[in-house]
């Protein structure tokens, strides 16, 4: 079993900057691929942004390329999501996410671990 905690979500103005992390703990031995995912009101949670754990690789939706940056830090246990120039569209609750393998994955359905979310507001 893995646990996903996120934080740093908040209320933040168009065109600025937050830093969401994800706390990984658990049975982390082995391959795993971290994703975030986001969730506005009335609509379905969507795929933000994936890395693999031990490579590296990522890959993003193409709303956040070039804004937003996954990264990780193996020894900490910890992903990041640092999301720039934010848009009053970037409003969701954002979740962290994690599934066995190293494959990236852009489907939910494809993860087997999911945190609790946060909360991101930008304000127009």
């Known amino acids: 079993q893995v646990q996903l905690v996120e934080s740093g979500g908040g209320l933040v103005q168009a065109g600025g900057s937050l830093r969401l992390s994800c706390e990984v703990s658990?049975?982390?031995?082995?391959?795993?691929?971290m994703g975030w995912f986001r969730q506005a009101p009335g609509k379905e949670r969507e795929f933000v942004a994936t890395?693999?754990?031990?490579?590296?690789?990522?890959n993003y939706e193409d709303s956040v390329k070039g804004r937003f940056t996954i990264s990780r830090d193996k020894a900490k246990n910890m992903v990041y999501l640092q999301m720039n120039s934010l848009k009053p569209e970037d409003t969701a609750v954002y979740y962290c996410?994690?599934?066995?393998?190293?494959?990236?994955?852009?489907?939910?359905?494809?993860?087997?671990?999911w945190g609790q979310g946060t909360q991101v507001t930008v304000s127009s």
């Open positions: 890395i693999t754990w031990s490579g590296g690789s990522s």
């Open positions: 658990g049975s982390t031995s082995g391959s795993y691929v």
């Open positions: 996410a994690a599934r066995h393998g190293s494959i990236l994955h852009s489907l939910e359905k494809r993860y087997d671990y």
